[in-house]
């Protein structure tokens, strides 16, 4: 179909034309929400994916005094309609059901009346120490908790195991009905929304998730807003090096980048590591040449090859693994807001392994 192919920054204002035409008082910057991804919460697990219970209290604070937690199902419905969200809108998410969520996070979100989600893995609950048990998630879910699926056994989404694309597709799509009827089972509901094992996915998924009528939810940081590619919307990792409260208040009113090209694929062969690729932006509220583009913490200048497009070429061959570049250009009107993109990429080691 037609509209199927259209970018959706366009059958965005389509969509805005026909339904948020009523008001012209409506700040279209109601229209962006952050989410925000946790793992851990805890002072003895891997620094990296966690937060100390003292750091996720500040987190949740600045939330309490600043912003408006909406329930991550009610805000995926509210952006795919285009409604008007409460100012500073934030959804929190956790990925992989560990116990300290429940122990740790659980308390401190509830004293706030914070709603959130947890991305599970249904076929580990209650099968490792370290996780939640299905008793637990119930409990949860009777004080409101949401559960998602995080697939059954947490593997690399683009690890083929020998199989062709077809038949790793295939399997693909087995394994993901598979972990959401446990959850419908468990749960009473399914809510079709997958979050990628390590974030990581390709465009062949994104189509598989589209056809099956999934929402998928990536590691890439960036803001949310009804143009949002819904088989990738970006969360904001807020744990280790990315758990520092004044770079994440930036984060948190940060406005979805509006990009007008089609998303490219984050996967990458071993030997094509060095990509070149261009964006296209609308440009009404950004000043093109306060566009800022960072890899690996260091500068990325962008090359405007058009008025509204850009290139970036990382010339550095990717090491396999996870990689991101992220962009931010300052708000014309909202001065202090920023909007943000990241592209990822994922790479493969030469012998076809996914490292963790
Ligand atoms: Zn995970």
């Not at 690890?159 to 993901?176: H, P, T």
């Amino acid at each position: 179909m037609l509209i199927d192919r259209m970018p959706h920054f366009i059958l965005f204002v389509f969509s805005v034309l026909l339904s948020v035409t009523a008001s012209a008082k409506v700040a279209p910057h109601n229209l962006h929400a952050s989410i925000l991804q946790y793992h851990h919460v805890s002072r003895h697990t891997p620094a990296v994916t966690s937060v100390s219970p003292e750091q996720f209290s500040e987190h949740m604070q600045y939330i309490a005094e600043h912003h408006t937690v909406l329930p991550l199902p009610e805000l995926v419905k509210r952006l795919k309609k285009g409604e008007v969200l409460p100012e500073n809108a934030v959804a929190i998410t956790f990925d992989d059901g560990f116990q300290n969520i429940l122990e740790n996070a659980h308390p401190i979100l509830t004293r706030h009346g914070f709603n959130y989600t947890v991305f599970i893995n249904p076929a580990l609950i209650g099968k490792e120490p370290q996780q939640l048990t299905w008793d637990e998630v119930r409990q949860m879910q009777r004080e409101g908790v949401w559960f998602a699926n995080h697939t059954d056994d947490h593997a690399h989404l683009l690890d083929r195991k020998g199989m062709s694309e077809a038949q790793w597709l295939a399997a693909l799509k087995n394994a993901l009905e598979q972990a959401e009827e446990t959850l419908q089972q468990q749960l009473g509901y399914s809510l079709k929304y997958l979050a990628y094992p390590y974030g990581e996915y390709n465009s062949a998924i994104q189509a598989l998730l589209r056809e099956m009528g999934y929402i998928g939810f990536a590691q890439q940081s960036g803001a949310a807003a009804p143009y949002s590619d819904f088989t990738a919307l970006p969360r904001y990792p807020s744990a280790g090096i990315y758990a520092n409260l004044n770079t994440l208040k930036v984060k948190l009113s940060s406005l979805a980048m509006p990009v007008l090209s089609e998303p490219i694929n984050p996967e990458l062969h071993y030997h094509h590591r060095t990509p070149r690729w261009t964006t296209r932006i609308d440009l009404t509220d950004i000043r093109p040449a306060q566009l800022s583009c960072y890899f690996k913490g260091q500068p990325l200048a962008p090359e405007w090859v058009t008025a509204d497009s850009f290139e970036l070429h990382i010339t550095t061959p990717l090491k396999p693994g996870r990689s991101r570049v992220n962009c931010t250009a300052p708000s014309k009107r909202s001065p202090g807001r920023y909007y943000w993109h990241s592209q990822p990429f994922f790479v493969a080691t030469q012998d076809g392994k996914w490292l963790d």
